[in-house]
């Protein structure tokens, strides 16, 4: 095998992989933001909001609205991302993407302000009700900054 044919296979496995990274996080906003307009999930995020000095102002639209307020930003980040992988590079992709990184350091903020994120007196222990279900956005917030600089790379490109 030639090694152009082998960078080649390479780049589009690459691609693959981040339209991959990319559809994955179209259906987490997509059914998270939908979750954000019941009742039990406004219900379940207010301890995370009330306790975040970036999202408790929020709480003037009530839990409910604050709620809303999250969904209809995943509902649109989804959708950004989602119009994303038919037109990468776009400005819609861009922002889908720049979206998503927001809204996962923001959610990793509730891992310092949210009471219960570490078992008391075995810290740094953290609570699997909190602490290691706010960890999963790690991982969400490292497939969000490869989606951004891709990009924004393929944006300097043309």
Not at 45 to 73: C, D, K, N, Q, Y
Not at 82 to 104: E, K, N, V
């Amino acid at each position: 095998m030639s090694i152009e044919r082998t960078i080649s296979s390479s780049t589009v496995f690459e691609q693959r992989a981040a339209q991959g990274l990319q559809l994955a996080l179209v259906i987490i906003f997509l059914v998270f933001g939908l979750q954000k307009f019941t009742a039990a999930e406004a219900m379940g995020i207010e301890p995370l909001v009330s306790h975040s000095p970036l999202t408790s102002w929020l709480l003037v639209l009530g839990v409910r609205g604050a709620s809303r307020v999250f969904g209809t930003a995943e509902l649109t980040f989804g959708l950004l991302l989602a119009y994303g992988l038919l037109r990468p590079g776009t400005l819609a992709a861009t922002l889908g993407a720049a979206g998503s990184c927001m809204t996962f350091l923001t959610t990793l903020t509730f891992l310092f302000t949210t009471p219960g994120v570490f078992i008391k007196g075995s810290e740094p222990v953290m609570s699997g009700d909190v602490g290691l279900f706010l960890m999963k956005d790690l991982v969400l917030l490292a497939a969000s900054v490869v989606l951004l600089a891709k990009s924004l790379a393929v944006r300097a490109r043309s």
